[in-house]
């Protein structure tokens, strides 16, 4: 007998009409709920699929991109990296610890059903303002306990992030949670249930009514209301995650597991229908079998529940006890609930009754919906506002750029994070602009998150092409060439013309750099309704990206810190008055407008490929790209990194800008410091000349002082130990601690 | 009646229990029970709840008094996430 | 020689352990899982760090009563090398093979980072390759680190020599800011009486490759070595 609850159906009347004509019939309550989950915009991507569609997603090392769990690049001799993004917004706005941790939870489970070890994770996280927000202080210190608790025990090290502040996130905070796995390609499994015959398996945590309605309450937009929600709340375990990553590679590695997939979103749901889909034959689910952990459950509260940790497995017919024989060494519960059918349908039975039978293409493909768009009145006024008035005193605003909290040190979080474990990471938290694991075939992985909301509000085409920029230029930084990249867009409500522009805009963005640079996308995730009705205001367009690169030798790696006293100090590129949703507008003048720095694809690709072939000739020190505060901050983390100090001739710095402020704070793109031994000066002025880029000395490395000089006068002097002192304090003084 | 100080009020003993809300799951004490108690001999016990205990002392008129002022702290404090957690509240006379 | 690395469940650092005795060392090492019952072909035993049971109920005390115990205690009775690293140490403690007790961090959170300690008794079956006093450069990576004794058996540790490691600064000094947990006396690893059994909270097995040490050293081969050494003479 199926029940109906009452069902908060998501389906808007015109999917309803769709769902009857294609059925020929009325659905029943459990298919009615079924189809509600799987064609929710987090599970279907109904909105976006036609924008994504934009991204390139091929290239000869990807092995896998969109559409799997995760991508797959293939890093050579053998091995493949696995690659996703993932993220639990709306569940941590209301419960930040748990919320977190089990979006750790479930980005590491995608990398596990592709049968790779995770080895690595990166966290992107955006708050409100913490110096002034008791409720942003406490979602800040639970997310990070959150991701730190959960990471920490399953044994997989955070070697990476980054935190961004803006108001627009005070009752939307962002939580990305980026995650790289490590395996061979002949144990690469897949999300499919290809052989007719074959067992499902249904592993790991027991069903009970965790989350329901967890997709569509990501779907929807929070109101106050959200926090009586209690079903969508869930609690992590990390203890079981890591008896099911154990359990599960070690399955993997019998050879007869011939699909796999996590549960997440749209439960049970979503993840047969997936298989079913992918493998292109149905499946037959007996709803009795399911290990129920609550009591009087209906048919339609089990398939479409939450609970955390459940994998499913479909097992080579006959090999189902050699997989079970693992499972309980681990001490894992474990219930066939299934066959995988030589016929094109979902089909749920109770003992000999079919209670649901859809067909496989039916529930996977949501019509999809065509928004329309429209270009937000604010931008042009923005763009058009007189800039704020020039500074005298540079030395005090730099001073106080370094204590805004974007730019502030870091090391609070990533303290809490193990990023150790794995004994892989080479270049660690807070190092550089990226960050570096040794694999098992003597490369080495750099990985990178980053993004710009402040910028992609005011433009989001080159806000978002430049996160990737930003990224790219990290990773080359450290001695890496790209290879591939995921993207994890985040913005309000769809149904909002002038949002979805911003979408729109965002993806062509990124799409076109992905192209001209020839960085494949190869997995990631749209998130829409990060919204407040209280308020009606969306968070700012935040499309988060992570690129990884590869280091083929480890003499090839660098990192920011200046080495050696009487280094010269060399600047790549040229920096333009480019000074919209800059951290220097926004913290020091509280100003929103101006233009935000384009990325030209062919004066940054050429920067790039230039610097990586300067570092892999030997002629670098260190390396920092321009981003965020511009050159001044880039210089001043260098030296405060290296305990060093400089003396920089501005007037060498090769400029379209009239203003000091703005040569100093600029954020244009396809800009680098370098810091090299003087022998090397030559070469390098030769090397960049041949490749047409920009180059120019702009200053020395010396003891303790930061001496930025303009026409002879020194309009910048600080002593490194100072400044280190006044950025490591910012962000512990916040949260009311010593450093 | 707790014990009465120079100010005309009294001391009470409070205890807040902030546990997980019944409906929520506890792995910590579903392991605690299976992999320690369970799997050593103590098949007794079926069942095992972990909570997180505040020992308060509490100035004020009355118990009631003293209650309505623990309640109001909790909310307002976020002593405990109504969302993942419920908060027991006791009030004692006995110092 | 053959050296046992123990895995509980939860267990993390077994294989980092494993890849260091194994490939660095090349020394005859295996894999043992908590419900083995049998440790009589090993000559030395490693609980390697991690989050046995998940940390659940205290660091360690879940662990501490794992059928692979039982041959553990048997070994260091026997005067066998046993290592107990981070969580290792923490299930030592719970099970009786090393005194005291290792409490939540005095910041109460959880701390990842590299420090330096010196080596105060290095008599011990893990130490004994090293000079009095010299400085190791390893990491922590903890929640529960801080070693606590009550004071007449504080009297008892220092009597019989049973501080291996102290946290020190750049300088060699001791110093309550380089403390990373609030540990008494600064205390970062403790052997037995016999000096076989040794328990510290640091990683020797993160810091056993100069590429991943901030410094690029490999001072977590001592702990290694020393082992080996000892075992060779035994």
């Known amino acids: 007998m199926i029940t109906n609850p009452d069902q908060q159906l998501g389906l808007t009347k015109k999917e309803k009409t769709t769902l009857r004509k294609r059925l020929d019939r009325e659905p029943n309550a459990l298919e009615w709920a079924m189809v509600d989950a799987q064609w929710s915009e987090h599970c279907s991507y109904k909105s976006s699929k036609p924008v994504l569609s934009q991204l390139p997603t091929k290239a000869k090392h990807v092995l896998l991109g969109p559409g799997y769990d995760a991508g797959v690049v293939d890093v050579g001799d053998g091995y493949i990296v696995t690659f996703h993004i993932e993220s639990h917004n709306h569940p941590s706005a209301i419960d930040p610890y748990g919320g977190s941790a089990t979006g750790i939870g479930g980005v590491v489970r995608d990398i596990l059903s592709l049968g790779t070890r995770p080895i690595a994770l990166l966290d992107s996280l955006h708050f409100g303002d913490i110096k002034t927000s008791s409720n942003s202080r406490w979602l800040f210190k639970n997310v990070v306990k959150g991701i730190a608790d959960y990471g920490n025990c399953i044994g997989v090290p955070t070697v990476g992030g980054e935190v961004g502040f803006d108001k627009c996130f005070e009752k939307n905070i962002l939580v990305d949670v980026v995650c790289v796995g490590l395996g061979k390609k002949e144990d690469l499994v897949l999300g499919e249930a290809k052989y007719s015959g074959d067992t499902v398996i249904l592993m790991g945590g027991s069903t009970g009514r965790d989350g329901i309605h967890g997709v569509t309450f990501a779907s929807k937009v929070l109101s106050d209301e959200s926090e009586s929600e209690r079903s969508a709340v869930q609690i992590p375990n990390p203890f079981l995650k890591k008896l099911i990553i154990e359990a599960t590679l070690e399955a993997v590695n019998t050879g007869y597991v011939r699909g796999l997939k996590d549960l997440g979103g749209g439960g049970l749901t979503c993840g047969i229908s997936e298989i079913a889909e992918k493998g292109k034959n149905g499946i037959d689910i007996e709803i009795s079998k399911i290990p129920l952990r609550e009591d009087n459950m209906t048919p339609i509260e089990t398939l479409i529940s939450e609970s955390q940790e459940r994998m499913l497995f479909v097992i080579k017919q006959g090999h189902e006890k050699d997989i079970q024989k693992i499972f309980d060494k681990y001490e894992l519960s474990y219930a066939k609930i299934g066959i995988v059918k030589n016929n094109d349908k979902v089909t749920i039975k109770d003992g000999k009754i079919i209670i649901a039978s859809l067909p496989v293409e039916t529930i996977v493909n949501a019509p999809i919906i065509n928004r329309s768009v429209k270009i937000p009145n604010y931008l042009n006024k923005l763009r058009k506002l007189e800039p704020p008035n020039e500074p005298t005193d540079f030395t005090k605003i730099l001073s106080k750029l370094l204590s805004s909290l974007t730019l502030a040190s870091k090391r609070w979080v990533y303290k809490q994070y193990d990023h150790e474990v794995g004994i892989k990471t080479v270049v660690k938290p807070g190092q550089s602009g990226a960050a570096v694991l040794k694999l098992d075939n003597g490369k080495f992985l750099a990985i990178k998150v980053d993004g710009n909301p402040k910028h992609c509000y005011l433009d989001p085409y080159n806000g978002a092409a430049g996160g990737l920029a930003e990224a790219s230029r990290n990773i080359i930084s450290v001695g890496g060439q790209p290879l591939a990249m995921v993207d994890h867009c985040q913005f309000g409500d769809p149904n909002n013309s002038e949002v979805f522009w911003t979408f729109s805009e965002a993806v062509h963005g990124m799409a076109d750099y992905c192209k001209a640079l020839n960085l494949p996308c190869v997995g990631g995730k749209v998130s829409f309704y990060n919204e407040d009705t209280g308020t009606n205001t969306a968070i700012k367009p935040s499309p988060i990206v992570s690129v990884i690169g590869l280091i083929d030798k480890l003499s090839h790696i660098r990192t920011m810190e200046l080495k050696e006293h009487g280094d010269i100090i060399i600047e790549l590129g040229i920096t333009k008055p480019e000074m919209g949703g800059s951290e220097y507008y926004e913290y020091i003048h509280n100003f929103t407008g101006g233009s935000v720095p384009k990325v030209n694809f062919i004066t940054e690709s050429k920067m790039q490929i230039l610097t990586l072939e300067l570092i892999k000739k030997g002629l670098v020190n260190s390396v920092n790209d321009c981003s965020k505060g511009g050159l001044a901050i880039a210089l001043v983390e260098m030296s405060i990194l290296g305990e060093k100090g400089i003396n920089i001739d501005l007037n060498n710095v090769i400029s379209e800008c009239h203003r000091i402020d703005d040569v100093l704070f600029s954020e244009s793109h396809s800009r680098m410091i370098i810091s090299t031994n003087k022998n090397h000066v030559n070469k390098i002025l030769d090397l960049a000349r041949n490749y047409d880029v920009p180059c120019s000395i702009i200053g020395t490395v010396k003891n303790k002082d930061i001496s930025i000089n303009m026409n002879k006068k020194e309009i910048i002097s600080l002593t490194s130990s100072d400044i280190s002192k006044v950025w490591s304090d910012v962000i512990p003084k916040c949260m009311g601690e010593v450093n | 009646m707790g014990k009465k100080l120079l100010t005309g009020l009294n001391q009470y003993t409070v205890n807040i229990i902030i546990e997980n809300k019944p409906l929520i799951r506890d792995p910590e004490g579903e392991t605690i029970l299976r992999d320690l108690i369970i799997k050593n001999g103590v098949t007794e016990v079926t069942k095992v709840k972990t909570a997180k205990l505040l020992k308060l002392e509490v100035n004020a008129k009355d118990k009631e008094n003293a209650k309505k002022i623990m309640e109001d702290m909790c909310n307002d404090l976020r002593i405990f996430n109504p969302v993942v957690s419920i908060c027991k509240i006791t009030v004692s006379s006995d110092s | ?234």
Request: proline share 5%; with cysteine.
């Open chain 3, 1 to 234: 020689m053959k050296i046992a690395v123990a895995v509980f469940p939860g267990s993390n650092c077994e294989r980092d352990t494993f890849n260091v005795l194994k490939h660095n060392l090349r020394i005859d090492t295996d894999l043992i899982w908590h419900k083995e019952s049998n440790l009589n072909n090993y000559d030395a035993v490693i609980l390697p760090g991690g989050f046995t049971y998940g940390d659940y109920l205290r660091g360690g005390v879940i662990a501490a009563f794992s059928p692979i115990m039982k041959q553990v205690k048997k070994m260091a009775e026997k005067g066998k090398p046993v290592l107990g690293i981070c969580n290792g140490f923490q299930t030592l403690v719970e099970a009786g093979l090393l005194p005291g007790a290792l409490m939540s961090n005095i910041s109460l959170k959880f701390i990842c980072k590299w420090t330096k300690l010196r080596v105060e008794n290095n008599r011990t079956a893990f130490t004994n390759i090293c000079m009095k006093n010299s400085i190791l450069n390893m990491p922590v990576a903890h929640q529960q680190g801080r070693f606590f004794i009550k004071n007449e058996n504080l009297k008892h540790l220092i009597d019989h020599n049973q501080i291996v490691l102290t946290y020190v600064n750049n300088k060699g000094e001791t110093s309550n800011d380089i403390n990373p947990n609030g540990s008494i006396m600064n205390i970062a690893g403790i052997s037995n009486e016999e000096g076989n059994v040794m328990g510290l909270m640091p990683h020797p097995e993160r810091a056993s490759e100069p590429a991943l040490s901030p410094l690029r050293s490999a001072d977590g081969l001592f702990i290694f070595k020393s082992m080996l050494n000892y075992l060779k003479k035994a």
